[in-house]
């Protein structure tokens, strides 16, 4: 297996495959959508108001999705918002539960992993939508065929230490530096329910062997599932390394005056997106769309690199503030995606161990 490396101009180069064989049936984009509130909708937006509510499952920190779903009703009074904020991995087990149990209470569904975007598309999870904004996405950054789910943002990991406890000197330098015994019991990752975790793992054993990640054991990192506890602890001085330290997490950390600082890994940044889409089965249709239409403009774009600082896929919207343009990053993408897919049950056992949680 393999991995890539590259700038943004190549980066994350793939091709998104899978689907159930009704998915091949697609029907073409709406040939009249409409302005509204400054972006192309195909939604009604009448039937939307009517309908009154939307309601979003995401991984993101929820100052951060409060800060979006309430531009969103600025602009649609008459529109609800609802959310439910969990890791990737304990989101999307409870988005199958309630399918499994009939229960479709989601309109729309952002993910951090690309594999369970996959996975949920072949279970045809997905509403078949083509909003009018994804014109704007290159093919890579849209589900095959188009019209199932987009890439919402890019994320990317480094590693992240306290100057106040650690000198430039003596932070790591690249991801293998990681495992110096310098480190041991003062390191936190994410859990194994973190997408971007995952990714990480995936990526280091691909490049570094599959014994890098055995050897960090020895380190008794501390597991956690959201930055935001990751961030705290290393400018506390609890750790003094971060590692799958969530690059966005650290501009939002560092523009409120945290003591901390971010190390770009010489091999690289793992990375990758995530994804959107509007769900089957969803209790408020018109309104998912609509949402959906607005997200991806440059207007829900921007308001996301603000709130989140999270990097947009589309090139007419800027870094978020205080980041690197993505053009000067050397990121680290997996480059088969159904490959990735098929490791997670290897991460999740192996990051149980490792994390000490089993």
Request: charged fraction near 20%; charge should be positive; aromatic fraction near 12%.
């Amino acid at each position: 297996m393999k991995h890539v490396i590259i700038g943004l101009c190549a980066a994350v180069g793939l091709l998104l495959v899978g689907t159930v064989s009704a998915q091949n049936e697609v029907s073409p984009l709406c040939p009249n959508p409409v302005s509204v509130q400054g972006f192309k909708t195909c939604a009604n937006v009448i039937k939307a108001e009517q309908e009154g509510e939307v309601v979003f499952y995401s991984p993101d920190v929820e100052q951060g999705t409060v800060k979006v779903l309430q531009a969103f009703k600025v602009s649609f009074p008459k529109i609800n918002t609802k959310y439910i904020r969990l890791q990737t991995g304990a989101l999307y087990s409870k988005l199958m539960a309630e399918r499994q149990a009939r229960s479709y209470l989601v309109d729309v569904v952002n993910l951090s992993d690309v594999g369970l975007a996959l996975d949920f598309q072949k279970r045809g999870g997905y509403q078949y939508y083509r909003s009018p904004e994804m014109a704007a996405y290159e093919s890579r950054f849209k589900s095959k065929p188009e019209g199932y789910f987009t890439w919402g943002c890019v994320i990317m990991a480094g590693i992240a230490y306290n100057p106040a406890t650690t000198s430039a000197a003596d932070a790591p330098k690249d991801w293998t530096d990681i495992n110096n015994p310098r480190w041991a019991g003062r390191v936190n990752v994410k859990s194994a329910n973190s997408g971007l975790q995952h990714t990480t793992w995936y990526l280091m054993r691909n490049l570094f062997g599959k014994d890098f990640w055995t050897r960090f054991t020895a380190q008794k990192p501390h597991a956690f599932d959201s930055y935001v506890q990751q961030y705290d602890r290393l400018s506390n001085g609890e750790d003094k390394l971060a590692v799958t330290a969530q690059y966005s997490g650290f501009l939002e950390f560092k523009a409120k005056g945290a003591p901390i600082e971010f190390v770009v890994p010489t091999s690289g940044l793992p990375s990758g997106p995530e994804v959107v889409g509007v769900v089957s089965n969803a209790p408020h249709p018109e309104a998912a769309r609509l949402f959906l239409d607005w997200f991806l403009s440059p207007i829900g774009q921007k308001v996301n690199a603000d709130a989140i600082f999270n990097y947009s896929a589309r090139a007419d919207v800027e870094p978020p503030p205080g980041g690197i343009p993505l053009s000067k990053m050397k990121l680290l993408v997996p480059d088969d995606w159904d490959e990735y897919l098929k490791s997670r049950k290897d991460f999740i056992e192996l990051w149980g161990k490792i994390s000490g949680l089993r």
